[in-house]
């Protein structure tokens, strides 16, 4: 039996923005991503495990490899900043990779840039 592969879809913020419809933290109003994410502990974790549980299709993870970042569909733990949940949901077999960022550094480890990459 052969494993079906599901291709990546790669879209911009702005496209994951209108497309799904990211919901403000309603927890904390200074929410980093433009005010859209989730932390990973206290209140703001058991918000997302909460509509985890209810709509699992709508909870995404902001995973940064360092010098990468970049928002995938569903819940993950390993190298997860944080969380985002959207008003509305992606399908069971869709795979959606949203706004990779690359993070420039100097040559003393400084963060002097980031660009779309």
Same mark, same amino acid.
């Given at each position: 039996?052969?494993e079906?592969?599901?291709p990546n879809?790669v879209?911009s913020?702005?496209?994951f923005c ?5 919901i ?8 980093s991503?433009?005010g859209f994410?989730?932390e990973?502990?206290? &209140?703001?974790l058991?918000h $997302?495990?909460k ?5 699992h299709n709508t !909870?995404?993870t ?5 010098p990468?970042?970049?928002i ?7 190298n997860?900043l944080?969380y985002?949940?959207?008003r ?9 990779t949203? &706004?990779r960022i690359k993070? $420039?550094?100097d ?7 980031? !660009?779309?990459?």
């Amino acid at each position: 039996m052969t494993e079906e592969v599901i291709p990546n879809i790669v879209i911009s913020w702005e496209e994951f923005c209108k497309k799904y419809e990211p919901i403000p933290n309603h927890i904390d109003h200074n929410a980093s991503f433009d005010g859209f994410m989730f932390e990973t502990f206290g &209140d703001e974790l058991l918000h $997302v495990l909460k509509t985890l549980k209810e709509e699992h299709n709508t !909870v995404w993870t902001i995973i940064c490899e360092d010098p990468l970042m970049w928002i995938a569909n569903g819940y993950w733990l390993v190298n997860r900043l944080g969380y985002v949940i959207t008003r509305f949901p992606y399908l069971s077999n869709e795979s959606i990779t949203a &706004d990779r960022i690359k993070f $420039v550094y100097d040559k003393k480890g400084n963060l002097i840039d980031s !660009v779309e990459g």
